[in-house]
């Protein structure tokens, strides 16, 4: 069983569209987080929630909206879509954010904007 | 800010050749400290972690140990396999801001 999943795994798109990326976690984790990762393998936080709040909301577009319907799920709803989005984005989930615990990663999805 | 810095990659080495990854890293309070792996096309994993001073985090031959004197986690493996080839980033986590700040990442070649 793969404790975060994260669809699609592939994801390409042309400007000015909206997308979706779907995340979801087995682990009974209470925090969940969207993380982004650029061209040179940079990894960036985006957002992190606990227990369906958000908590960290970093300098993001705010084309970027995540949705948390429950602790298991967090989505990351992308609007007008531009070239600079292109990235690799990972979703990850940690038993309790301010315990100091590791973060569990997902596979990524790969959004190509053309 | 908590903030992580990592040696300059890439780098190359040649099977059971001796590795050194060095990192520090900036952070209030009393952070934990990760090294993760991402191999070519996955995501990341944990390789191994420290939660307090002195300890030593250890898995598949790659050892680091939390130096809080130095603010270090340098990463090391006595003997490189091919097989670790992979790109692999120091991480802090604090609890007062419950994010996990990564280092730039370092890529790693390993020849036969």
């Known amino acids: 069983d793969t404790a975060v999943s994260q669809t699609p795994k592939y994801l390409v798109t042309q400007m000015g569209n909206d997308k979706s990326i779907k995340c979801e976690q087995n682990l009974g984790h209470d925090t969940m987080y969207w993380y982004k990762q650029d061209s040179k393998k940079f990894l960036k936080i985006m957002f992190s929630y606990n227990n369906k709040e958000l908590i960290i909301n970093e300098t993001v577009p705010n084309r970027f909206s995540p949705k948390s319907p429950d602790k298991a799920h967090l989505n990351l709803h992308i609007n007008s879509l531009e070239l600079g989005d292109s990235a690799v984005y990972f979703c990850?989930?940690?038993?309790?954010?301010?315990?100091?615990?590791?973060?569990?990663f997902g596979q990524g999805t790969r959004l190509t904007v053309v | 800010g908590d903030s992580v810095t990592q040696m300059e990659g890439p780098v190359t080495l040649s099977e059971e050749a001796f590795l050194t990854i060095n990192c520090t890293y900036t952070a209030t309070g009393y952070p934990s400290l990760f090294w993760y792996v991402q191999y070519p096309g996955e995501g990341l994993q944990l390789l191994l972690k420290?939660?307090?001073?002195?300890d030593k985090g250890s898995n598949k031959g790659f050892e680091a140990t939390y130096r809080k004197e130095t603010t270090s986690f340098h990463l090391e493996k006595g003997s490189v396999q091919v097989s670790d080839s992979a790109v692999y980033f120091c991480a802090v986590i604090t609890g007062a801001n419950s994010k996990l700040t990564f280092g730039k990442g370092i890529t790693l070649s390993v020849r036969p």
């Open positions: 990850a989930s940690s038993p309790q954010g301010n315990m100091n615990t590791e973060a569990f």
């Open positions: 420290a939660t307090k001073a002195d």
